[in-house]
T-cell receptor, first 113, second 113 residues
Framework: ETGVTQSPTHLIKTRGQQVTLRCSSQ?????VSWYQQALGQGPQFIFQ???????GRGNFPPRFSGLQFPNYSSELNVNALELDDSALYLC????????????FGPGTRLTVT | GESVGLHLPTLSVQEGDNSIINCAYS??????FIWYKQESGKGPQFIID?????DKRQGQRVTVLLNKTVKHLSLQIAATQPGDSAVYFC????????????FGRGTSLIVHP
């Protein structure tokens, strides 16, 4: 059984650029959630995708968008990057939508300069 | 806005002691609570969850207590081991409808051998 994987591991971007982060869910999981974790803080929920549809969204601006594919893998896209977007971006998959047991990936460390 | 918070940012214990990590939540409508463990350089790991129709739930060496009257959650770790050293987060959410979890800031548990 393969766990949740994320790519890339680290990324450096310039303010104003766009970035795409990727996540492969654990085998058999149909739900993916994305979180932003600033240094020294708890994860902040961005959104959740269940069977390719958004199933909840946190307090993030529209420049944060996502996709889920038929194989349940997912992408997080961030446009017009700002310095405050620098953070660890975590992806978590679960067997079903909602708040059930989630399995997190190791995250992508994004630095915006 | 409403948020989940932790009373103690850092907790230091001796190996073999019992540890108690506390969490206050603000949303009285939340009905599902989860504790996560996050080791350095890794994504959060599910430890234990509890629903609002329960006040206690036990796992292997861990117990979660829920006091809805005062909106308080605690995680008890028995016979704490050096491998338990990590940051612990509580999270709250409403099941049903859109999924929008709220994580606390975290408590750093340091276990001294």
């Amino acid at each position: 059984e393969t766990g949740v994987t994320q790519s890339p591991t680290h990324l450096i971007k310039t303010r104003g650029q766009q970035v795409t982060l990727r996540c492969s869910s654990q085998s058999g999981h149909n739900t993916v959630s994305w979180y932003q974790q600033a240094l020294g803080q708890g994860p902040q929920f961005i959104f959740q995708y269940y069977r390719e549809e958004e199933n909840g969204r946190g307090n993030f601006p529209p420049r944060f968008s996502g996709l889920q594919f038929p194989n349940y893998s997912s992408e997080l896209n961030v446009n017009a990057l700002e310095l405050d977007d620098s953070a660890l971006y975590l992806c978590a998959s679960s067997l079903n939508r909602g708040g059930y047991e989630q399995y997190f990936g190791p995250g992508t460390r994004l630095t915006v300069t | 806005g409403e948020s989940v918070g932790l009373h103690l940012p850092t907790l230091s214990v001796q190996e073999g002691d019992n540890s108690i990590i506390n969490c206050a939540y603000s949303n009285s409508a939340s009905d599902y609570f989860i504790w996560y463990k996050q080791e350095s350089g890794k994504g959060p790991q599910f430890i234990i969850d509890i629903r609002s129709n329960m006040d206690k739930r036990q796992g292997q060496r861990v117990t979660v207590l829920l006091n809805k009257t005062v909106k308080h959650l605690s995680l008890q770790i028995a016979a704490t081991q050096p491998g338990d050293s990590a940051v612990y987060f509580c999270a709250e959410t409403l099941t049903g409808g859109s999924y929008i979890p709220t994580f606390g800031r975290g408590t750093s548990l340091i276990v001294h051998p």
